[in-house]
């Protein structure tokens, strides 16, 4: 038996990409989980997706830097489920631009789905770890989040805070039982960034990881025997 079997998930930006993939992954270890995303029809196919793939789905479509909407959809998740002992911060947002001609919206778009989300999902879904005993928060930074990149500005600062962010949160709740990790991972093919997809399967002197892959890393994490912990993980395309 899976040691995912029974326990109950919410991931962000679970329409498509990473968090598409991780939640069929988690699925498949027998995990029910909590689908979190701003466009209700995304997150109704990766439903399905769970279902198919054994899991209980729950839908929750929210803005993850709308506070009010981020209680109430933990409540949703933990009556529905009994509890949460996983969450897995994948919603993102990248805006393309050079710093002199990016608008204070576009800014602030950036850091309230990447930053303030993370916030806001850790801090609500603490109080159900607590009470679990355990639990396991992961958040998806991104190599932009260790080296600033040209036009991607807001992005990249949004990763760098995260990084900092995730290692206060790790000392601060490890005495519970809840173990906090950050991947950072390379470029990962996904519709992200102005480059459309088709358009990235074609560049054949690049390296890209499939969301499949950053899944695959992440359920690898919370497979870890409990006096294990892994607070930062690296991944690359080979």
């Not at 709308?66 to 919603?91: F, K, P, T, W, Y």
Request: charged share 20%; glycine share 12%.
């Amino acid at each position: 038996m899976s040691q995912l079997q029974g326990k109950v998930a919410l991931v962000t930006g679970a329409g498509s990409g990473v968090g598409r993939a991780v939640s069929v992954a988690l699925a498949r270890e027998g995990a029910a989980v909590g689908l979190m995303g701003r466009r209700l029809g995304p997150l109704e196919q990766c439903a399905h997706l769970v279902r198919e793939a054994g899991g209980q789905a729950v839908v929750l479509p929210a803005d993850v830097s709308d506070e009010h909407a981020v209680v109430a959809m933990l409540e949703q998740l933990a009556e529905s489920c009994g509890g949460i002992d996983i969450l897995i911060n994948s919603a993102g947002v990248g805006i393309y631009g050079p710093v002199e001609s990016y608008t204070l919206d576009d800014w602030r778009l950036t850091i309230d789905t990447n930053l303030t989300g993370v916030f806001l999902c850790s801090r609500y879904v603490l109080p159900y770890m607590r009470e679990r005993g355990s639990g396991c928060i992961i958040t998806l930074s991104s190599g932009a989040g260790r080296k600033g990149v040209a036009n991607l500005g807001a992005y990249a600062a949004s990763k760098f805070a995260v990084i900092g962010f995730m290692e206060s949160l790790a000392e601060e709740v490890g005495q519970y039982g809840i173990k906090c990790s950050t991947i950072i991972p390379g470029s990962v093919l996904t519709d992200f960034g102005p480059e459309a997809l088709a358009d990235k399967r074609l560049q054949t002197d690049r390296k890209f990881l499939e969301p499949d892959d950053v899944a695959e890393a992440i359920v690898n994490l919370l497979r870890q025997p409990g006096k294990a912990w892994t607070q930062e993980l690296h991944l690359w395309p080979f």
